[in-house]
C-alpha cells in the first residue's frame, strides 16, 4: 500500500503551479532587485540624488550659523533654488546630516527610506515576500526615494500609529511628530477623535502644537509671521503642476471657484464619511478614508504623496493580490513637475481605485483585521 501511495504522488507541482512559483520569483523577487541596482547606480551618478533633501540640508546649515532657513520675500518659489518652505521641525532634525557632505547625507537618506518603504507593511502585519518586491515596483515609492523626500517617513509614523492605536502616548507622540514636521496627515487625529480616543486626539494635537512652537522657539521665531505669506506664494508658484482635484477641474474647463469648490467638496465629503463610519465602529476604513482626505485635501500633491497608498493595500490585503499592483499604473506620469492633464487625472483615477476597492474589501470583512492571523503568514506559504 505504501509504495501505491508513493506511486500516486506526484513528483514535481504541476505545471501552473511552477510557472506561478518562478513568475513570483522574476516579478517579485528578481526584477525589483535588479532596478534597485539601476536606480542606485543611476542617482549616485547624474545629480539627483535626494533633490528634495537639498533644502533641508541648507536650513539646518542656516540654523547653524544663526540665519533664518527661510528665504526672503523676493527669492523665488522654484525646485532650482531649492527653498525650505516647512515647519521648522525638519531642519533641526536634519542639523546631524551637516557632520557629512551632502552627497554622503542624501545617499543614507535614500538607503534608510528603502528600509522605511519595507517597514511600512511589515508593521501592518504583511509577511508575503511577494508583497515587498512589488513595493519596488511602485512609481510613487521610486519618487519618494529618489527625491529624499519625508512622505515615507510619515507614512511609518501613521503605521505605527495604526498598529499601537489602543495606547495613548504612542499614536499620540507620532502623529504629534508629522503634525510638526508636515500638516497634511491631520485627518488623522480626526480618526482618533471619532473612533473614541478622544483624549489621544487631544494629546496628539497638543504635542505637535507644542512641537511646532518649541521648533520655531529654537530658531528665535524667525519667519514665523511671514509663514502664512510664504504658502500662498508656494501654491501659487506650483499648486498647477501637483496632483489635485482642483487642477482637474481647471483642466476639464471649470471656473476658479467651481474647481475650488469641487477640491473642497470632495474632501469635506470624505471628512463626513471618515466621521460616519467611525461612530458606526468601524476603524479601520475610517482610517482609510483618513488616508484619502489627507491625499484630497493637500493643496500641492507631488507623485509621492501616493507612497502612502502602503498603508491602504497593507491594512486590507496582507497578501499579494491584485491590490499590489493597481499603483503599478502611476507609471503614465513624469513624477513631480508639470503633469498632462491626463497624466493628472490618471494618477488621481488610479489613487481613487485603490481607495475604492480597499474600502470595499474593509467594509466587506467580517470583523476587524486579525493582525496576529496575518503576522504569522510565513514565506513557506507565499
Not at 505504501?2 to 507541482?13: K, R
Not at 505637535?208 to 504658502?231: K, R, T
Not at 503599478?328 to 497624466?343: A, D, I, K, N, Y
Request: glycine residues 8%; aromatic residues 10%.
Amino acid at each position: 500500500m505504501s509504495n501505491l501511495s508513493q506511486a500516486t504522488v506526484p513528483a514535481h507541482p504541476p505545471l501552473v503551479e511552477r510557472t506561478k512559483r518562478y513568475a513570483a520569483i522574476v516579478f517579485c523577487g528578481l526584477l525589483p532587485a535588479f532596478a534597485l541596482i539601476v536606480f542606485y547606480e543611476t542617482m549616485t551618478g547624474d545629480g539627483t540624488l535626494a533633490f528634495d533633501f537639498r533644502p533641508f540640508y541648507r536650513a539646518a546649515g542656516a540654523v547653524l550659523e544663526g540665519q533664518t532657513p527661510y528665504p526672503s520675500a523676493e527669492d523665488p518659489l522654484t525646485a532650482d533654488t531649492g527653498p525650505y518652505v516647512y515647519p521648522p521641525l525638519g531642519a533641526l532634525l536634519s542639523i546631524p546630516a551637516r557632520a557629512v557632505s551632502f552627497d554622503v547625507a542624501g545617499l543614507a537618506l535614500m538607503i534608510v527610506l528603502t528600509v522605511v518603504a519595507v517597514a511600512i507593511p511589515f508593521v501592518l502585519g504583511v509577511r508575503d515576500w511577494r508583497c515587498f518586491g512589488v513595493v519596488f515596483l511602485w512609481p510613487p515609492v521610486w519618487n519618494a526615494i529618489q527625491t529624499g523626500n519625508m512622505t515615507l517617513l510619515l507614512g511609518l509614523a501613521a503605521a505605527l500609529a495604526w498598529r499601537y492605536r489602543n495606547s495613548q502616548l504612542a499614536p499620540s507622540a507620532l502623529l504629534g511628530v508629522t503634525l510638526a514636521a508636515k500638516l497634511f496627515l491631520w485627518p488623522l487625529v480626526v480618526w482618533l477623535a471619532v473612533t473614541r480616543r478622544v483624549l489621544t486626539a487631544l494629546l496628539a494635537s497638543a504635542f505637535g502644537a507644542v512641537l511646532i512652537v518649541s521648533s520655531w522657539a529654537v530658531i528665535g521665531f524667525a519667519g514665523l509671521a511671514e509663514y502664512p505669506e510664504l504658502m500662498r506664494r508656494l501654491q501659487d508658484a506650483v499648486g498647477m503642476d501637483s496632483y489635485t482635484l482642483y487642477v482637474v477641474g481647471l483642466d476639464v474647463g471649470l471656473p476658479s471657484p467651481l474647481a475650488r469648490l469641487l477640491w473642497l467638496g470632495v474632501g469635506v465629503a470624505l471628512l463626513a464619511a471618515l466621521v460616519l463610519v467611525g461612530h458606526r465602529g468601524d476603524e479601520r476604513s475610517a482610517f482609510l478614508l483618513a488616508i484619502a482626505a489627507s491625499l484630497t485635501l493637500t493643496p500641492i500633491v507631488w507623485l509621492h504623496y501616493f507612497a502612502l497608498l502602503l498603508l491602504v493595500v497593507s491594512l486590507v490585503q496582507p497578501r499579494l493580490g491584485l491590490l499590489w499592483f493597481l499603483p503599478l499604473g502611476m507609471v503614465v506620469t513624469p513624477g513631480s513637475g508639470h503633469p498632462t492633464p491626463f497624466e493628472t487625472a490618471a494618477t488621481l483615477a488610479i489613487a481613487a481605485l485603490v481607495i475604492g476597492a480597499a474600502l470595499r474589501m474593509s467594509t466587506g470583512a467580517r470583523g476587524p483585521v486579525d493582525e496576529s492571523a496575518s503576522a504569522r503568514v510565513s514565506l513557506g506559504t507565499a
